[in-house]
Nanobody
Framework: QVQLVESGGGLVQPGGSLTLSCVVSGISFGIVAMGWYRQAQGKQRELVATITGTGPHTNYADSVKGRFTISRDNAKNTVYLQMNNVKPEDTAVYYC????????WGQGTQVTVSS
C-alpha cells in the first residue's frame, strides 16, 4: 500500500524560508516522477513543482519559479520542497504525489505565510 507523509509546514513570515519533506513508501520510488501540489482554501489543487525519477529534471509553475526548489533523495524515499522568499499567496496545504496517476492523497502539511 502506497503511503505519502508530508511534513515541515508551519507559520512563516513573508520573505522567509521553509523546507517541506515527503516520505513515500510502498513503491519503487527511484523511478517515479513526483510532484508537489498545493491547495489554498476555496481553490482547486494546483501542481507547483515536479521532479523526474532519474536525471533528475525539474519543472516549476510560473508562480514559484525562482523561489522554490524541488529535490529528492532516492535512498531515503523522500522528496523535498525548499521554499524561499515566500509570499502570502503561498499559503496553502501542500501535498506530494506521483505526477502521472496520483496515488491516494496524504494528509498534507499546512503552510501559512503571514506577518
Amino acid at each position: 500500500q502506497v503511503q505519502l507523509v508530508e511534513s515541515g509546514g508551519g507559520l512563516v513570515q513573508p520573505g522567509g524560508s521553509l523546507t517541506l519533506s515527503c516520505v513515500v513508501s510502498g513503491i519503487s520510488f527511484g523511478i517515479v516522477a513526483m510532484g508537489w501540489y498545493r491547495q489554498a482554501q476555496g481553490k482547486q489543487r494546483e501542481l507547483v513543482a515536479t521532479i523526474t525519477g532519474t536525471g533528475p529534471h525539474t519543472n516549476y509553475a510560473d508562480s514559484v519559479k525562482g523561489r522554490f526548489t524541488i529535490s529528492r533523495d532516492n535512498a531515503k524515499n523522500t522528496v523535498y520542497l525548499q521554499m524561499n522568499n515566500v509570499k502570502p499567496e503561498d499559503t496553502a496545504v501542500y501535498y506530494c504525489n506521483r505526477v502521472i496517476g496520483n496515488f491516494e492523497w496524504g494528509q498534507g502539511t499546512q503552510v501559512t505565510v503571514s506577518s
